[in-house]
């Protein structure tokens, strides 16, 4: 499978649990999206990276939410002490970088949801 | 005020039908358009991008009017399979990419 990977696909956690994501970007994309998405709304930007490099991160992202991509392959998104309005469906993207390459790929998400 | 505005619909249309839906958006810096599609409970996927003057892709058109802000989606002689909910997306001159809400479509039929 060559598309963005995400795992867990679903998680269910009780408040005030520490959870985290992992993305796996296609191979030869550089440029990595962490968005959020709850019902009836269209995904809301969380953070962005190129390569390892964290280049903005949302208003979004409390302190409670950490984002990495270490080596600039794959990314973890880690959220500490969950709270109910964390529960939402977090989706990764990546594209190529260049200014040509404007098409993101998302993965198929990861649910979170917590009780 | 968001960044992208969507009529959230629905739009319940028979099959056959044309639909079409519009979005605006605020930044009139903005460079590159799209519209994606997204299933239920999946991911949203590229339909399209859409451009100046703009493009058909079968019985999908895309316009964009810059001066208004905003983009429009025509889907000319719809199909259950194009049941679906479609989100406008706008990228800035920099990487950001926004969504907006969506519209959703349902055919009947």
């Known amino acids: 499978d060559t598309g963005v990977s995400q795992d867990p696909r679903h998680k269910i956690t009780k408040r005030g649990q520490n959870v985290t994501f992992r993305c796996d970007p296609i191979?030869?994309?550089?440029?990595l999206y962490w968005y959020r998405q709850t019902l009836g709304q269209g995904p809301e930007f969380l953070t962005y990276f190129q390569n390892e490099a964290q280049l903005e991160k949302s208003r979004l992202l409390s302190d409670r939410f950490s984002a990495e991509r270490p080596k600039g392959s794959f990314s973890t998104l880690e959220i500490q002490r969950t709270e109910q309005g964390d529960s939402a469906m977090y989706l990764c993207a990546s594209r190529q970088g260049g200014s040509g390459a404007n098409v993101l790929t998302f993965g198929a998400g990861s649910r979170l949801t917590v009780l | 005020r968001k960044e992208v505005e969507q009529d959230p619909g629905p739009f319940n249309v028979p099959e056959g039908a044309t639909v079409a839906f519009n979005c605006t958006y605020s930044n009139s810096a903005s460079q590159s358009f799209f519209w994606y599609r997204q299933d239920c409970r999946k991911e949203p996927k590229l339909l399209m991008s859409v451009y100046s003057s703009g493009n058909e892709d079968g019985r999908f058109t895309a316009q964009l009017n810059r001066a208004s802000q905003y983009i429009s989606l025509l889907i000319r002689d719809s199909k259950l399979s194009d049941s679906a909910t479609y989100l406008c997306?706008?990228?800035?001159?920099?990487?950001?990419?926004?969504f907006g809400a969506g519209t959703t479509v349902t055919v009947r039929a």
């Open positions: 997306v706008v990228k800035r001159a920099d990487y950001k990419l926004s």
């Open positions: 191979s030869e994309h550089n440029r």
